[in-house]
C-alpha cells in the first residue's frame, strides 16, 4: 500500500484492479499526459508521485453539478425531485477509490438518461484535502475511459477547477479531441493525465464531465483513478 500519500500500483493493463478490465494507469512515462501550468502546456509525460493522501488521512469526496460548490449548489439541489437527486449523488460510483493512493482501482462516472435531462448539464466529482496543497504542486487526474463510450463519441468537455475556501482559483478544460479519444477501439480502455500544476494553493479540486448528447444512456463514462498532487515529467517514448 501507499504510505505518506504516495502511490501505489500502475502496473497497466496486466495488473487488474479496475472494473472493465482495462487494469490500472501506467504510471512509468508512458501514459499520454494534458498538463498545463498558467494555461500553457507542458511537455513530457506526466508521472504520478503522490495522492490528497499527502496533505492528511481521510481525503473528503463529494458530487455536484452545473459547476456550483459550496453554497451556490444549495438552490439547484432544492429545485430536484428526490429521484433525480439520488440519481445525482450516485452518479459517481466508488468515489474513495479516487483517494485511495492506488492507480489500479478507480472511481467510475455512471450518467444515465434521467440525470442528464432538465436541470442538470454537467457532474463534478470533487476532492478536498484534509490540508492545502500549496502552489508549485499538482491537480493531476489520472483518468481511463470505456471504449464503448468513446465509439460513441459522447465526451465533449473535461474540466478541472481549484478552490481554495470555495472560490475558484485556477481552471484547465479539455476535450476528447485534444486527448485523441475520438474513435479508439481497442482491447484496453485508453489512459491520460490531465490537469495543470497550480501557481496558486488549493483545498478543493473538482473534475466535471460535459457529455456530448444529452439524449442518450452514457452508462460508465470515464473512471477517475486519483488525484495526483505531485509528479515529475519525463520524455514521451
Do not use: W
Not at 499520454?32 to 502546456?41: D, F, I, Q, S, Y
Not at 435531462?117 to 496543497?133: E, K, R, Y
Not at 482559483?169 to 485523441?180: G, P
Not at 500544476?197 to 473534475?207: I, R
Request: charged share 10%.
Amino acid at each position: 500500500p501507499a504510505e505518506a500519500g504516495g502511490i501505489s500500483g500502475g502496473g497497466g493493463a496486466s495488473s487488474g484492479g479496475t472494473s472493465g478490465g482495462s487494469g490500472g494507469v501506467p504510471n512509468d512515462g508512458t501514459t499520454p499526459t494534458t498538463v498545463t501550468e498558467g494555461g500553457t502546456a507542458l511537455t513530457g509525460n506526466f508521472i504520478c508521485t503522490a495522492s490528497a493522501k499527502a496533505y492528511g488521512p481521510s481525503p473528503v469526496t463529494s458530487v455536484s453539478a452545473n459547476g456550483l460548490v459550496g453554497a451556490a449548489v444549495t438552490p439547484l439541489l432544492a429545485l430536484l425531485g428526490g429521484n433525480t437527486l439520488t440519481q445525482l449523488l450516485n452518479s459517481v460510483k466508488d468515489q474513495s477509490l479516487a483517494v485511495d493512493g492506488n492507480l489500479d482501482t478507480a472511481a467510475t462516472y455512471s450518467l444515465t438518461l434521467g440525470l442528464l435531462g432538465g436541470l442538470i448539464s454537467s457532474v463534478d466529482f470533487a476532492i478536498q484535502p484534509n490540508s492545502s496543497v500549496p502552489a508549485g504542486k499538482y491537480a493531476v487526474f489520472a483518468l481511463s475511459f470505456p471504449t464503448a463510450t468513446l465509439e460513441l463519441s459522447l465526451l465533449q468537455n473535461i474540466e478541472i477547477n481549484t478552490f481554495l475556501n470555495d472560490t475558484e482559483q485556477e481552471s484547465a478544460s479539455t476535450d476528447a479531441s485534444t486527448l485523441d479519444l475520438l474513435g479508439q477501439v481497442s482491447l484496453t480502455d485508453p489512459f491520460r493525465f490531465v490537469g495543470m500544476k497550480v501557481t496558486k494553493p488549493y483545498n478543493k479540486v473538482t473534475v466535471t464531465l460535459n457529455p456530448q448528447l444529452l439524449s442518450v444512456n452514457v452508462g460508465d463514462a470515464m473512471r477517475v483513478h486519483e488525484l495526483c498532487t505531485d509528479g515529475k515529467f519525463v520524455a514521451a517514448p
